[in-house]
């Protein structure tokens, strides 16, 4: 609804002879007041990165023939990084707001998440680290051939457009196993993808991001040994060895699989509390057919977790053996409901960091870099110290 009423109001200005490139400033400083609309009108974080995405893409369509000046000081850091790490520490930013403190030490590549800077590039570039835009397709374009090709030729524009590194696919949406023309779409959409890049945009890459179970885990059957044939690299929201090996298991290299932690944690409403064993009974919330999911918690901030709800814990921080993940209980100040709080801390992460190197993989990631309090020196050290120099 939004895109539509500022492509008639961007139509509007065209009739009236405006050059493009003012009609692409104006779209600019429209894409920022949506933004601030967003905030403050409660929109959830998804939702506004979905609208951003969406201006983005409008905004990227306006771009094709004009050429966008280098934001840089020093037009060399317009240009793509051409080296490669030995491994990735790839991480996705969804503010501009802390990037300037993030360890560029052991950064090899931010995913700009619902945003870009201009700023963030150029000190990315500085420091030899790729900057990739995340992107979606719609599912119903997937069997329309013409459809995904628009979508890839777009996002040779972005790339081109911003002086980008490549992208990151960040496709979520259900493919039932019947579906194998969905499947397929899937499947010729990343192939195209990267054939383009090679073709028109020489070593930008082309990353996927995929479920934590290659099998068919809430309703994605994709094909995933030939869309990690065609990528760079999978970005594998992953929690234990167990499930890094089940992409093994189908044949991809692992030097094609990235793993993804999270620098985040979840907050559980007790339907019921064993004061003993700490035991919490969750609400049956079934997502997509999963009778146990994340759909009965809800996702919170490692910063949050740390500064907020820890020192309101009835149980101070405790430590799953089987988990290998610590957590702890508290009392809902307004409800007085018991919430259980699981997490990974600096101790858990180093854990789950030990399997890049002991199954070979090609580097690690989190999801994300923006959820520490960046005003408290000592959490964010504790948690950037904890990942191993792979590069």
């Not at 992953?238 to 793993?259: F, H, N, T």
């Not at 620098?263 to 509390?273: F, Q």
Request: aromatic letters at 12%; hydrophobic letters at 35%; a neutral charge.
């Amino acid at each position: 609804m939004l895109l539509m009423s500022w492509q008639l109001v961007m139509d509007g200005i065209q009739l009236k002879g405006i050059t493009m490139y003012y009609h692409f400033i104006l779209v600019e400083i429209l894409l920022s007041a949506a933004t601030f609309i967003s905030s403050i009108c409660g929109h959830n974080s998804e939702s506004r990165f979905q609208q951003r995405e969406e201006m983005i893409f409008y905004k990227d369509s306006l771009l094709q023939g004009i050429k966008r000046p280098c934001p840089c000081n020093e037009t060399k850091y317009c240009s793509r990084v051409e080296t490669h790490p030995k491994k990735e520490i790839f991480i996705f930013s969804v503010s501009n707001h802390n990037w300037l403190k993030y360890d560029w030490t052991k950064v090899t590549t931010v995913v700009e998440f619902g945003y870009h800077d201009d700023d963030l590039l150029c000190h990315a570039h500085s420091k030899g680290v790729r900057i990739l835009s995340n992107v979606n397709i719609p599912v119903q374009d997937l069997t329309n051939q013409r459809a995904r090709h628009i979508w890839v030729q777009q996002r040779v524009e972005t790339v081109k457009n911003y002086f980008l590194d490549g992208i990151n696919v960040d496709f979520e949406s259900a493919i039932p196993a019947d579906r194998k023309d969905l499947k397929q779409g899937y499947t010729d959409y990343i192939t195209e993808l990267k054939t383009t890049f090679k073709k028109h945009l020489p070593g930008a890459m082309v990353t996927v991001d995929v479920a934590w179970n290659s099998g068919g885990v809430d309703g994605r059957f994709y094909d995933y040994k030939r869309i990690a044939d065609a990528s760079d690299f999978l970005f594998v929201m992953s929690y234990d060895e167990r499930s890094m090996r089940s992409y093994l298991k189908i044949g991809i290299p692992p030097a094609k699989l990235v793993l993804g932690v999270p620098w985040y944690g979840y907050r559980y409403p007790c339907m019921a509390y064993d004061t003993v064993t700490y035991h919490c009974w969750l609400k049956h919330v079934p997502f997509r057919g999963v009778n146990c999911s994340d759909a009965a918690g809800n996702e919170v901030d490692y910063g949050a977790i740390i500064k907020a709800y820890l020192p309101r814990s009835l149980t101070g921080r405790q430590w799953d053996k089987a988990a290998q993940s610590p957590f702890f209980i508290l009392k809902d100040s307004r409800s007085d409901r018991v919430i259980q709080v699981w997490y990974d801390d600096p101790e858990s992460l180093i854990i789950k960091y030990r399997l890049v190197s002991d199954l070979q993989l090609g580097g690690l990631g989190m999801w994300n870099a923006d959820s520490l309090d960046y005003d408290d020196p000592k959490m964010t050290q504790s948690m950037w110290n904890a990942i191993p120099n792979l590069k």
